[in-house]
């Protein structure tokens, strides 16, 4: 056979999937062993029993000055971030994504500053942002929208001019006028893309909320790894990235049921 | 009424010439069937009528009215794909021209004028042998099915023209043989002039009152862009076929001759053949 | 123009983590109370980002170190004055070499510290006390956080920064202090300071920020239960513990009471650090891109002696509101 | 006419597509005027001549310590950054995408650790990767290879395994070994999304790039930006990002070009 | 001598039957047209022959030898679409199967081998109508060009057996009687065993030397678990078409009874009909 057309079981396959996994701990451990049996306060690679100590102080011990347990207070400040950035930046794809994408005049308009907005990189402005927006959360948020935003409004507004044109042919026939094709046509269309679209957006969200708070925070995911970086707390730092790749996967799995579950249709076209 | 006079319309796209000096009329009730090569400008020739294009030249009137600039309701229109709505159940699909028209901006029917609109919508989609499947979406309907549907979604708005371009192209023989009797039917009982584009010849022979064929004559790539397509032919069908009034004989000409036992169009079993 | 709200900006270092800690504990409260104003107390994480804010407008004062006065506000044309001389870094601040030992090996080496900032200064410094200058050497410029780690790769063979990354870099078996601030002391001073528009028009702003700043500093120096529980949470707030906090405050020099803070402010050598901060500046370009001489801005003392442009004073040194807290006239 | 139906000319389509720019340069004008008639040496919002003479300054004035132009050292220090990580990049993620896209059993075993690699922020494990490989280009381009990679890996054996399976059992009867179909079918039909790949990547490399220059280098545009940063030149920072922005929509238009010419016929299928 | 032999074949997916207890001998250069209702198992069982699928049950020989558990090259293919690969110039599609026996490493033919490849696979190119094309990419020609296309790159494997799945559907009618005559031609030409899939019982009819109907007698959805699609006709043509030997009547059944004046299969003038 062909190695391309042979498969694995499904016993292989777990074993498979498993294995790269298993190796990055193992390969961890060696490392983690080495340098602490050369330098046994190395903190690069903290033993496991060190990051367990972490993973306790930070999570399930509170905090002395607050009585608050850190990493809950962190993952519940960087969240509320992210899921402010997101919703606000969906309106925002939705709306513009949707009038670039329908009207010829408003794609005239704006489709050409989208595209160049979209390649300014957000990092380099970030004093700017900060200064007019202060410093609270909604400089923040506006940095993860400036980040996202653009790329989730080109991206609507092609899957929005992707529609057969027999569709919108159709529904004028139907006696549609504009206002009412774009609500019950093209509208619902294109929400089942714009969750995709989310989804994409989720890992730039990310990077842009932990620049976010390496500036400015006193909470948050980003601005405790940063915080303790400076003493290189590798200990802190491995379960956070963790949790934050957790998180990542859980939202990116979740906006796909949720786009099944709103939108049933969207998964029966795809076959 | 709904009488389509097109006088010496030519269309041009940029410097290409798709269609020359089409001058034609089309009687009330008429069920015209638009054949014709590959690429010759039939769609083309529907768009216009649709209102979707613009002729180059010439003008384009129905019941002596230049038609409107843009597709409105008195035009039904079935594709061979994309004309149904995949985020819409079959009910919803069939509701929404009723919806269109009776609520500017919702958009959406509610209470007694829904009622009324569903019950309509039922009817017709029992009409085109959807019953049953009205809460199902397009994807779990067959290809045949879909235009079906296609077909009831614009017959609720009553128009006074249904524009198809090769409705039935993509669908099985014997399915096709179905659908050609409903289409029939509906012909028959709904107030309708119809503008039909097919590839099939005996598609267009079984269906329509009048046969036209475009064709290129000068087809050479140097010859495009100085010749567009013309109407070569115009055939009225005999005995002729007349809305609401039954064929004088070959009541059923979707069984023509086979040359061998099996039934051309549909391979369903003769009865009692089951193994 | 007089206002009552008003917007404090911090940032993590030792010599301001009181700021946080007044503010978590109502000291701020109090004091803004007094006075029938509010304050709000913000903390950066990123201490330039903190500085341009004030530049800015956004923030009526700032935290910030003398040099960085002179060059980030002063420089962007907003008079600033200095309300309180907090401390100096009497160590925190440190050249570190990577199995060197002594300062003369920097010859030729990249050195890696965040370029036009204190650490820079300190690195002039530190040539000029050996009888080199920065063309001896190649600076990289390498973000603060990034230290710790930087100075563990292999090219990495000399690093100036400050705490707590100083204390952590030398805790590595192969890095040696070889110049730090000890060794120019009360030449890298931290400084509370505030818009002189602002401050004139609302005199109560600088009491407060005075009457916090002590109540705070009598607590944390105690050596009172209640004085080691403030230090610990100032450690912890900075990312460590009491003792690693402890350690840092080590080698600040702290002035505990006003007194101590108003002789180091109305002493002659603030004219002579100043004068030296500025000729750096002006070497490096950093007192604006036209400017002439280090003379442009002029840089007020508490005497009233102006060193450069008397017409465009844009740092100013008081020890009116450190004395008032002196004279117990809050 | 309905709204979706009226088109601009092309007179219109120009002017509608300056307007957004030439509004932006005004309100910043008249923002910057502002700011300036409060404070004459305010740097948030530089007077347009203020821009120029930094620009001047910037590009065209030899440094007075290095005798250098700095943007043009600082511009071919980060594309030549950029252009070996994308390089890089492309390889690995041909590579490993032919391989996941081809092969069953490779794709059992790296398919979901690809993805939940694709979701750590490379941002925060930063200090390890300085650690690794030291603080040079190395490190520089590492970070970029890392933010890119995983997603055009991603995204191309996507593209594989869409591709026809009808295509891969005709080369299967033409006699193909699973090395020949490969090479010969798989591959070229890959390379152009390749290139396209590339082109959506551009922004998050420019991202990465900026943050790696942030954090240690002694040239480059983000150096430069986060240099100047310290003390608020906003004269040099606006040139800088409109010049990034600039080289950005050069780099996305260019590889877009270089696909047609390379593999005309992927611009043929399309239509 | 290619024969197939299906010995009591079932294929099941999953729960579902596809296709139940079919045996079937094919003879040597026999021509068998597979018809059926759509989804009732003819790609699946063209799947089999290819190696693509394995039998649930039962056995598939070629020539007494158990087929090979995948495509290989002694058994040519011809989809409905994707046959060939849109980035090769005609020329290169045909080339492949060529350049994938004559270099196993680079899959790439040089010098003489080279030579002597391009001269066969143009006359290959010739033979299917395609001179002139080649180094045309196949999204610059037209859906019957790349059909044709596709045959000429199987064909220069020179294999057993070639497999067609609807191979000409979706084709317009005019092109699709052309094609006809080429596929007539090259089957009496070449060394093949043709099993091809269609939709069209004219199709079936005018090429087939065997006509083969797969029917599901019961297809409820309760029952679609349980019983499968059977082999319900085999009708051998008659008179025997016989490959390599010129019909004894009806030399070309391509042009069949008319309902009118128009060649039904293509809209060509009639000669001297140009305006
Ligand atoms: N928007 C357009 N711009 C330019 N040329 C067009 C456009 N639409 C169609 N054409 C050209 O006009 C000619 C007629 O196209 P049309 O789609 O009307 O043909 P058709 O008869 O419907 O063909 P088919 O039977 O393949 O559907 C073709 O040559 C086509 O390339
Ligand atoms: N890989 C598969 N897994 C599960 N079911 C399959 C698979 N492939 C085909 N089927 C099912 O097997 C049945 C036969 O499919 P097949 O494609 O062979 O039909 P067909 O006769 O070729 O139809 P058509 O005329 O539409 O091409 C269908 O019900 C189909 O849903
Ligand atoms: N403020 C400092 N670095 O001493
Ligand atoms: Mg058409
Ligand atoms: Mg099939």
Chains 1, 4 share one sequence.
């Not at chain 2, 809460?135 to 249904?162: E, F, N």
């Amino acid at each position: 056979m062909r190695w391309i057309n042979t498969k694995p079981g499904p016993a292989m396959r777990l074993m498979l999937m498993l294995a790269p996994f298993v190796l990055l701990v193992i390969a961890y451990s060696m490392g983690s062993a080495a340098r602490l049996a050369d330098n046994p306060s190395d903190k690069l690679l903290p033993a496991l029993a060190s990051l367990t100590d972490a993973i306790n102080r930070m999570a399930f011990t509170p905090d002395v000055r607050t009585g608050e347990y850190l990493m809950w207070v962190d993952t519940t400040a960087s969240l509320s971030r992210l899921l402010w950035a997101l919703g606000i930046s969906t309106a925002i794809a939705l709306l513009f994504g949707m009038t670039v994408g329908m009207f010829p005049y408003v794609r005239a308009l704006l489709a050409p500053f989208i595209a160049t907005i979209s390649m300014v990189p957000p990092l380099a402005l970030l004093p700017i942002l900060f200064i007019v927006l202060g410093l609270g959360e909604a400089a923040k948020i506006t940095l993860i929208v400036i980040g996202v935003a653009p790329a989730m409004i080109r991206d609507l507004a092609l899957k929005v001019i992707e529609l057969p044109r027999e569709q919108i042919i159709k529904a004028e026939t139907l006696g549609g006028s504009s206002w009412q094709i774009a609500l019950r046509v093209v509208l619902p269309q294109t929400l089942p893309r714009l969750l995709t679209c989310l989804r994409l957006q989720l890992g730039p969200a990310w990077l842009f909320l932990i620049a976010a708070e390496a500036i400015s925070a006193d909470s948050g995911l980003g601005y405790r790894i940063f915080l303790v970086r400076r003493y290189l707390s590798m200990d802190v730092i491995f379960p956070y990235v963790a949790w934050i790749t957790l998180l990542a996967i859980i939202m990116n799995f979740a906006l796909d049921r949720l786009r099944i579950a709103i939108f049933p249709w969207s998964n029966l076209e795809r076959q | 009424m709904s009488t389509i006079v097109l006088d010496n319309v030519w269309k041009e796209y940029g410097d290409q010439i798709v269609l020359e000096k089409v001058s034609l009329t089309i009687a009330s009730r008429a069920f015209v069937a638009l054949v014709g090569p590959s690429g010759c400008g039939k769609t083309t020739f529907l768009k216009m009528l649709l209102g979707e294009e613009a002729p180059t030249r010439g003008t384009i009137t129905l019941d002596g009215i230049p038609l409107m600039a843009e597709p409105g309701p008195d035009r039904g229109v079935v594709f061979q794909r994309y004309s149904v709505f995949p985020h819409l159940t079959v009910l919803g699909n069939v509701l929404l021209g009723k919806a269109f028209t009776g609520s500017k901006i919702a958009a959406r029917l509610f209470g007694a004028s829904k009622r009324s609109a569903v019950e309509e919508a039922r009817q017709l989609i029992a009409d085109v042998g959807l019953a049953g499947s009205e809460d199902k979406y397009p994807a779990q309907l067959s290809g045949g099915m879909q235009q079906r549907l296609a077909l009831a979604q614009a017959l609720i708005m009553k128009p006074k023209v249904l524009l198809l371009d090769e409705p039935f192209g993509a669908l099985d023989p014997g399915i096709r043989a179905e659908i050609h009797v409903l289409m029939k039917r509906l012909w028959h009982e709904t107030e309708l002039t119809v503008v039909m584009v097919t590839h099939d010849m005996r598609e267009a022979f079984t269906l329509g009152t009048r046969v036209i064929a475009f064709e290129r004559p000068r087809d050479r790539p140097e010859e495009r862009e100085r010749y567009g397509a013309l109407l070569s032919r115009d055939i009225d069908i005999w005995p002729p076929r007349i809305a609401g009034e039954p064929s004088i004989f070959a009541p059923d000409r979707d069984d023509p001759v086979m040359p061998l036992g099996l039934a051309q169009d549909d391979l369903a079993p003769t009865q009692g053949d089951n193994p | 123009q007089a206002k009552t709200d008003f917007k404090v900006a911090w940032s993590i270092y030792v010599g301001w983590m009181p700021w946080g800690y007044a503010a978590d504990n109502g000291i701020v409260q109090k004091w803004a109370d007094k006075y029938g104003i509010t304050i709000e107390v913000t903390q950066f994480n990123d201490y330039v980002e903190s500085m341009n804010q004030y530049t800015a407008g956004a923030y009526d004062a700032v935290t910030l170190t003398n040099m960085d006065g002179l060059s980030i506000p002063a420089a962007g044309g907003v008079d600033t004055t200095a309300v309180i001389i907090g401390d100096f870094s009497n160590g925190n601040d440190a050249v570190i070499l990577k199995d060197q030992t002594a300062l003369a090996a920097i010859k030729g080496q990249p050195v890696n510290l965040v370029e036009f900032s204190v650490s820079h200064y300190l690195l002039a410094r530190a040539l000029e006390s050996a009888g080199m200058s920065e063309r001896d050497v190649n600076v990289v410029n390498t973000s603060d956080p990034d230290m710790v780690g930087a100075f563990q790769t292999p090219d990495v063979t000399a690093m100036v920064t400050w705490n707590p990354m100083v204390s952590e870099i030398l805790a590595l078996p192969d890095a040696t202090n070889v110049f730090n601030s000890a060794d120019i002391p009360g030449e890298i001073i931290d400084l509370m300071v505030a818009n002189t528009d602002v401050l004139a028009a609302n005199p109560d702003f600088g009491k407060a920020l005075v009457g916090i700043w002590y109540d705070t500093m009598s607590i944390m120096t105690a050596d009172t239960p209640e004085g080691a529980a403030a230090r610990q949470a100032m450690g912890v707030a900075s990312g460590t513990d009491q003792a690693g906090f402890e350690a840092q405050l080590a080698a600040t020099k702290l002035f505990p009471t006003p007194a101590e803070a108003v002789a180091f402010t109305t002493a002659p050598e603030l004219a002579t650090t100043m004068d030296r901060v500025r000729t750096f500046l002006f070497d490096k370009g950093l007192l604006g891109s036209g400017a002439p001489s280090a003379d442009v801005i002029g840089i007020e003392l508490p005497d009233g002696t102006v060193l450069g442009d008397a017409a465009n004073v844009k740092l100013r040194f008081t020890a009116s509101y450190l004395s008032m807290a002196a004279d117990s006239a809050l």
